[in-house]
């Protein structure tokens, strides 16, 4: 009987969600003491598998070899970010004087993105592309310094600009 329900302590119980297996004389759900032992067994093993592999886990040296370079860059985007919205907000009242500075933190988001994906994977690539990334780096903090004293936004992109540029002439 496919799906039939039995009844245990007075409960409808199903067979099929109890692992059990119908009995073809009269339809009662039983266990043999062999398969809930073997059930149990599996499910002990996976617990214990788990904690294992947990345990190595935990104890695995994490590699922090470029961690400057992955969080100043990492800060350089979302500075940047905040503040290319802060320069499209500008531009749309109307003050161009903001143009250059947009342009300039879009590259920026650009090669810190690069950069911090770079130093993660410690490529061997990441020596020459710090050395571009302060470039522009460079560049777009003397565009948000012009605007620092009036824009919380820009003076936190170029501070963000700046030790980033302290942490790939580093490496560079």
Do not use: W
């Not at 109890?18 to 499910?43: F, N, P, S, W, Y």
């Not at 370079?69 to 985007?77: A, D, E, M, Q």
């Not at 802060?86 to 690069?114: E, P, W, Y």
């Amino acid at each position: 009987m496919k799906g039939a329900v039995s009844m245990e302590n007075g409960r409808p119980v199903s067979a099929r969600a109890v692992g059990c297996r119908h009995e073809k004389d009269g339809g009662q759900t039983t266990m043999e003491r062999r398969e809930m032992l073997i059930g149990c067994g599996v499910a002990t093993l996976g617990v214990f598998a788990g904690e294992a592999f947990a345990g190595q886990h935990e104890n695995h040296a994490h590699s922090t070899v470029n961690q400057g370079l992955i969080t100043t860059s990492s800060n350089c985007v979302s500075t940047g970010e905040v503040c290319v919205n802060h320069c499209l907000a500008m531009l749309a009242q109307g003050d161009k004087s903001f143009a250059a500075c947009a342009r300039s933190v879009n590259d920026l988001i650009a090669a810190c993105t690069a950069l911090r994906s770079l130093a993660a994977q410690n490529s061997i690539f990441l020596p020459k592309y710090a050395k571009l990334t302060a470039e522009v780096c460079k560049s777009c903090e003397v565009e948000c310094r012009k605007f620092e004293k009036d824009h919380a936004e820009c003076k936190a992109c170029a501070d963000a600009c700046a030790a980033c540029i302290a942490e790939c002439t580093k490496i560079a």
